[in-house]
């Protein structure tokens, strides 16, 4: 794009580490846990529930899929800091206004929250700013989820065809992805497969390997072919 040209250059993407999560829930624990009905689709958000991580966005989708999808749960997983707080009461106020505050469950904190990407039918990523990395998309993947995002350059950049993407803040276009992705179990069937070959593709094993060589072609002068 710069018009520079690197013939070495490799790209060597961020790596995570599977081994370090453990289960301790069950999807069907979890939905007893939360009064969910058996059957009913469960999408939502694992993170920290502040302003720029767009939990706003999936709230507002949940409303726009209350009649195609009237026992939709959304569960929002994550903690909120004292600063955030304003935050989350503004979702809650937000959920009692559109009639949903039945739907959404605000689950906070977990430790285990790879568990609550297992019990959700689509993991969704709504940060409304760019992030270095994440590895939201690559636990939930991980964890064989469908996944949907921001249309961010990192997050395409790193999930290309394994994750679907709508325009950032976007709930319309949000609610359109989860209902197209509800109504097609061969297409969340790719996304998950496609996804855990992305994440094994990133197991710090593997790119450790990767370093490995290129220091070693690096000592020996040779052309490194990733």
């Not at 989708?61 to 903690?79: E, K, N, Q, S």
């Not at 409304?128 to 350059?153: C, K, N, R, W």
């Not at 996804?195 to 197991?203: I, P, T």
Request: glycine share 10%; net charge negative.
């Amino acid at each position: 794009r710069l018009g520079v040209d690197f013939p070495n250059t490799v790209v060597i993407h961020s790596l995570f580490n599977p081994e370090r999560y453990s289960h301790i829930e069950s999807p069907e624990a979890l939905r007893q846990q939360y009064a969910i009905p058996a059957g009913a689709p469960i999408v939502g958000v694992v993170g920290n529930v502040k302003k720029w991580k767009g939990q706003e966005t999936i709230v507002r989708a949940t409303h726009l899929l209350r009649d195609r999808h009237p026992t939709l749960r959304c569960v929002l997983a994550g903690g909120s800091s004292p600063s955030d707080m304003p935050y989350r009461e503004h979702l809650e106020a937000l959920c009692a206004e559109l009639g949903i505050k039945e739907r959404v469950v605000f689950a906070g904190f977990q430790p285990n929250a790879i568990d609550y990407m297992r019990l959700m039918d689509v993991v969704v990523h709504t940060s409304t700013s760019p992030e270095p990395f994440g590895i939201v998309l690559l636990e939930a993947m991980a964890a064989g989820a469908a996944v949907v995002a921001s249309d961010l350059q990192p997050f395409r950049e790193m999930a290309g065809d394994a994750a679907r993407f709508f325009p950032v803040g976007d709930s319309g276009a949000l609610a359109g992805a989860v209902i197209d992705l509800l109504g097609d179990a061969a297409e969340r069937d790719r996304l998950r497969t496609d996804g855990r070959r992305l994440a094994e593709d990133h197991d710090w094993g593997v790119i450790g390997g990767i370093y490995r060589e290129l220091y070693r072609a690096s000592a020996t002068e040779l052309p490194f072919a990733g």
